[in-house]
């Protein structure tokens, strides 16, 4: 038997479904899945045949939940930005790429990447239960669009045990809470049967746009020998609701480790009012540290959607004089070489001569400071 999602983006498996399944799958068969869904959706005659010619070239599915927190009189509206499809999607500049971070250059077997030496990407499927319209991986999600089986990912667990210095197994995708609780129990099993693997950590937008999948099954499914850690997606303080709260808090009284990261859109999150109330927002109320605030990517069609980097590091800037620490992402560039992930700054040193330094404040006053310690 394959566990899978089947075309109607339903976990399918060969248990009877609980009544907690029941409420996320129905969140889902009530939302968009195929193109003709957006028909139902209260979009004007041209908007609808722009949208359609999108998501032909995209997949589209957005969970009811999330269509649900959409305003709809208003065009710019936020969450409707990040799903809806847009023409300017199929409008492809010179020097965007299918594979902007180099998942595929780095994969040494299928569903696997291995870019840092501790560390390696497990593609557990490649469906998700929304699909944003600025994702980097929208080109593997829509060409190859497989989910779970337990062949496809014998070569990669393989490649784990083979492999001692990998200390970290990261859970992406696809959305890996996306697959039925007795899939994610078999991966979670194979991996911490691993004994040189210490941590596992899964990448997913599910605690956002379908935080009705995390049931008390999903949190037992994950919960074993290896310290855990979640990484969720909220980009705008909009998308924190009562649902997602009580999503997080499931999945923090599991005892797993919260983390965010956003990705700064043109449009959605870059002003510093927009930022800086996600980020309270996700620390004070949800228990999520804010980790890493991506600078766009360069995924194709979604020059529309990228800030320039100055734009990023002013907002960065910005965000450190008005937020404490633990609320502060760190505004990063995921190299497209494969590079990884830097930080862009900004930088508060001005100048340097010998052991002292000059120093910008957060207040934007320059100070000096000179080095004292014991070394010759």
């Known amino acids: 038997m394959t566990s899978h999602l089947d075309d109607a983006g339903m976990a399918a498996d060969d248990e009877r479904a609980s009544d907690?399944?029941?409420?996320?799958?129905?969140?889902?068969?009530a939302g968009v899945r195929q193109v003709r869904?957006?028909?139902?959706?209260?979009l004007s005659p041209a908007e609808r045949a722009a949208a359609q010619a999108a998501a032909t070239r995209h997949?589209?599915?957005?969970?009811?939940?999330?269509?649900?927190?959409?305003?709809?009189?208003?065009?710019?509206?936020?969450?409707?930005?990040q799903v809806i499809p847009s023409p300017e999607e199929l409008a492809e500049q010179e020097g965007e790429l299918d594979d902007p971070i180099a998942d595929h250059a780095f994969s040494p077997v299928p569903r696997l990447t291995h870019r840092h030496a501790g560390r390696v990407l497990l593609f557990a499927t490649y469906q998700c239960?929304?699909?944003?319209?600025?994702?980097?991986?929208?080109?593997?999600?829509?060409?190859?669009g497989r989910g779970f089986s337990r062949e496809a990912l014998e070569p990669a667990f393989a490649y784990i045990e083979a492999h001692p210095e990998i200390r970290e197994v990261i859970l992406t995708g696809g959305d890996p809470l996306s697959l039925p609780d007795k899939a994610l129990a078999e991966i979670r099993a194979r991996i911490e049967a691993v004994p040189h693997v210490r941590l596992l950590r899964i990448h997913t937008?599910?605690?956002v746009a379908l935080p009705s999948r995390v049931t008390s099954g999903l949190v037992r499914s994950l919960q074993g020998r290896l310290m855990v850690t979640v990484v969720t997606?909220?980009?705008h303080a909009r998308e924190i609701t009562p649902a997602t709260e009580q999503a997080c808090r499931a999945l923090r009284h599991g005892g797993f480790v919260l983390l965010n990261q956003s990705v700064l859109l043109k449009g959605v999150n870059d002003t510093v009012e927009v930022l800086e109330e996600l980020c309270r927002e996700l620390m004070y109320r949800l228990g999520v540290k804010p980790y890493y605030l991506h600078h766009g990517d360069l995924a194709r069609g979604m020059a529309h959607r990228r800030t320039t980097i100055a734009e990023g590091q002013a907002l960065a800037s910005a965000l450190r004089a008005r937020l404490s620490g633990i609320c502060n992402p760190v505004y990063v560039l995921d190299l497209p070489d494969g590079g990884g992930k830097v930080p862009l700054g900004p930088s508060y040193?001005?100048?340097r001569d010998g052991e002292t330094w000059r120093i910008r404040g957060q207040d934007g006053e320059?100070?000096?400071y000179t080095e004292l310690s014991g070394d010759p």
């Open 20 to 29: 907690d399944d029941t409420k996320w799958q129905g969140d889902v068969r």
């Open 37 to 42: 869904d957006l028909d139902s959706l209260p």
């Open 59 to 81: 997949k589209v599915r957005i969970p009811k939940a999330y269509l649900d927190l959409i305003d709809w009189s208003d065009p710019a509206d936020p969450i409707r930005l």
């Open 129 to 144: 239960a929304v699909y944003c319209r600025f994702c980097f991986r929208k080109e593997s999600l829509t060409s190859i």
């Open 205 to 207: 937008r599910v605690p």
């Open 233 to 235: 997606h909220f980009n």
């Open 349 to 351: 040193v001005e100048a």
């Open 366 to 368: 320059l100070r000096t």
